[in-house]
């Protein structure tokens, strides 16, 4: 992997980068800028992020870079010469000129990379521990905290035992020591990497059936490139035993046609017209002068033909020279993309020619002459193999990403500081209501496996939680919309609870979402807006999902929709929704259409990276409790769930269970759970209280103090 642009030299070894290097990078700052820094750490701007995804990715070069110079500084240490240094699409590559002298040399060349990635990751990690304790920007902790994860990744991936990993040249070092042989001992490394860029693939193929996205197609990439990058480190090894003592003098033409520099070009048209070359060395008294190829004739002959060859040729410190008591196999380094000849010059004197066609016809003389027989070598055990599989099988694992999810305890906060109200008295609030989450990650299947045998985890099939065929980035994004829109409806059932008047009105549901699969995906499309459900009007959100997660699955609605200035009838059959949203529906996702929602007062919210409805309840009893002159919390801390409706109505919202240990762990006295999901809250420690609607949940708030 030659570079395209050298960058700089470090003890005389070049560092450069190849053109595939500027899509990795771009793809790096791109995914940094716009996918994890803002998910991670919202409410900066947009060029924070990207000049946070900027430091970040060249700080993550920075590292490759001194990860491959380890490499390369060891490289020199233990004898073997360094044609430099490259950074490309999968990261970066010391060139070594030929391999280590001994098993040795092999693994303190292999380990050197990884112990300065190690280094790395203690100097960031320790950085960003600083970082955090001294409370500096959050900027600068994100790009600390990346670096170090980024190169722990880097440093695990870079360990496992495959050819051409690290791991698998540490692994070829042990082999070859128990072995006696180097290329025994590559073959077999060399099987390890064929196995797991097979793994990779299987995996990104995988990951492409189970979920669209780019990253089952780089996976499977990366695998396709660790698959063909073992077979050629074997076949290399097996080139190398079998041209073992193979001389270039051996092989080359020692007597190859050659022409003056004085000859006039007019003339060498016949020489190659005799001879069939596309090129001829220019020797004059036993020294090399140059390389004349036909190529170089074009636009010469007739217009120039009193021109010599001396005048056109390629100089000879341009031309590939190799010495005649080389190794044969080394000279194949040097014969590269641009030619597959070298010229042989001994002691300043042109002694032949060697090409690409005469190793390999030496190659297989040698491969005749041996009959590809080796020395007896001692094979790798069954345990080394059970060893290897295993690390090659938890490697696999680590990265699949089955289409499963993980539901996890997530935050426990006060919301009271989250409410800002005006324009009315409000009263201190003395304690906590705790809006309680959950967190949903997909999890690798490593992950998923350890998940599975913890009871305060669940291990859900991705179709449970998020629709099938909806995107799950727009699926949350939209939990999001519906958490802020939650939030104002909450505020509304306070006002009513405590004798102000509130309003929340619309002019229909909109349909912005569609689940493959239902009733709905039949009948119903996105901008379809539902005024009528059999003869009720639906006016909002809100009694569109108060009429059909009232009556059991199964039920058919005649739903009356806006669809281009006319209204259509439909039949609609409502099912089970998705396990973490609770209940049943006609398989929608929708928003109020013209959503109003009238207050007697101001009312603003702090940011929370948070979806969905759950936290209604929270959010009502906080207002309420600001909104009146009473102490209901009375220095209490307490947690709840539940979506809230104007009317004060509480619905169930699913993932209690986590929720209430998300509760628990926060220090909760009470948690206030819909009627219908009590039995499913219980943790040991924690009180639960089953409410059906705002006014219950005060009250019972009051009776519990």
């Known amino acids: 992997m030659e570079s395209s642009v050298t960058l700089l030299r470090v003890r005389g070894i070049p560092v450069g980068v190849h053109w595939s290097w500027l899509f990795i990078f771009a793809l790096v700052v791109w995914s940094l800028a716009t996918a994890l820094f803002p998910a991670t750490y919202p409410g900066l701007d947009g060029s924070s992020y990207l000049a946070m995804g900027l430091v970040s990715a060249g700080l993550f070069f920075a590292s490759v870079i001194v990860h491959e110079i380890g490499h390369a500084f060891r490289a020199l240490k233990e004898g073997v010469p360094i044609d430099g240094i490259t950074l490309w699409l999968f990261g970066g590559v010391a060139r070594l000129r030929g391999n280590p002298p001994s098993p040795g040399a092999e693994f303190r060349v292999a380990i050197a990379g990884p112990m300065i990635t190690l280094a790395l990751v203690c ?57 006696g042989s180097f290329v025994a001992a590559t073959r077999s490394a060399g099987r390890t990497g064929q196995v797991f860029g097979a793994i990779l693939i299987a995996i990104g193929l995988l990951g492409l059936i189970s979920g669209p996205g780019v990253g089952g197609v780089w996976l499977a990439f990366i695998g396709w490139f660790l ?16 041209l073992r003592g193979v001389r270039v003098r051996d092989a080359m033409n020692p007597v190859p046609v050659v022409v003056s520099p004085e000859l006039p070009v007019s003339e060498l048209l016949d020489v190659a017209d005799r001879w069939r070359h596309s090129s001829f060395p220019v020797v004059k008294d036993g020294r090399l002068e140059g390389v004349m190829s036909l190529r170089a004739l074009n636009g010469i002959v007739g217009s120039e033909g009193e021109r010599r060859v001396g005048d056109v040729m390629v100089d000879a410190d ?31 004197r042109f002694v032949g020619i060697v090409s690409r066609a005469d190793v390999i016809r030496a190659l297989q003389l040698e491969q005749t002459r041996r009959g590809q027989e080796e020395a007896p070598v001692r094979r790798p055990g069954l345990l080394v193999w059970l060893v290897v599989g295993l690390m090659l099988v938890g490697a696999s694992a680590a990265l699949y990403h089955p289409p499963y ?16 109200i005006s324009g009315v008295p409000v009263d201190k609030v003395d304690g906590q209501y705790l809006l309680t989450s959950v967190s949903i990650r997909r999890p690798s299947a490593l992950r998923a496996l350890i998940a599975a045998l913890r009871t305060d985890r669940q291990v859900l099939p991705l179709g449970s939680v998020v629709p099938r065929g909806v995107d799950a980035e727009d ?17 509304a059932a306070a006002a009513e609870s405590v004798g102000m008047d509130a309003s929340v009105s619309g002019t229909g549901a909109r349909v912005v979402d569609v689940l493959p699969g239902s009733s709905a995906a039949e009948k119903l499309r996105e901008g379809d807006v539902i005024v009528r459900v059999d003869t009720r009007p639906v ?36 099912r089970p929704l998705p396990r973490l949203a609770g209940g049943v529906g006609l398989g929608l996702v929708v928003e109020t259409r013209d959503l109003d929602v009238e207050l007697p007062f101001e009312v603003s919210f702090g940011d929370r990276d948070i979806g969905g409805p759950s936290a209604g309840l929270a959010y009502a009893l906080a207002i309420a409790d600001k909104l009146t002159t009473g102490d209901e919390a009375r220095g209490r801390a307490v947690a709840a769930t539940g979506t809230i409706d104007i009317d004060g109505e509480v619905g169930p919202v ?17 948690f206030l759970v819909p009627f219908d999901e009590v039995e499913e809250a219980q943790v040991p420690g924690l009180q639960v209280g089953g409410v059906s609607n705002l006014d219950r949940a005060l009250r019972l708030l009051e009776a519990r103090a």
């Open 123 to 179: 100097l960031f990690g320790a950085a960003a521990l600083v970082a955090d304790l001294a409370d500096i920007s959050e900027s600068s902790r994100a790009v600390l905290d990346y670096v170090t994860r980024i190169n722990a990744i880097v440093l695990a991936f870079n360990l496992v035992p495959a050819l051409p990993l690290d791991g698998g040249r540490v692994l070829r070092a042990w082999l070859w020591r128990r072995q």
């Open 227 to 242: 698959l063909q990058a073992a077979q050629s480190e074997t076949m290399a090894a097996q080139m190398r035993q079998a």
């Open 318 to 348: 341009e031309v590939t020279v190799v010495n005649p008591d080389q190794e044969l196999f080394e000279s194949l380094s040097q014969l590269g993309p641009q030619t597959d000849r070298a010229m042989v010059v001994e002691d300043g």
């Open 405 to 420: 999810v993980v539901v996890a305890p997530g935050e426990a906060v006060d919301v009271v500081d989250d409410v800002n």
């Open 475 to 491: 699926y949350f994004r939209r939990q999001r919309d519906v958490f802020r829109q939650s939030r104002l409806v909450a505020a």
């Open 539 to 574: 006016d909002d959100a809100r009694s569109l999902q108060e009429i059909t997660g009232s009556r059991p699955a199964g039920v058919d609605f005649r739903v009356t929709v806006e669809r281009g200035g006319e209204q259509v009838e439909e039949v609609v059959e409502s």
């Open 654 to 670: 699913g993932g209690v269970k986590q929720k209430a240990l998300a509760a628990e762990e926060a220090g909760a006295s009470l």
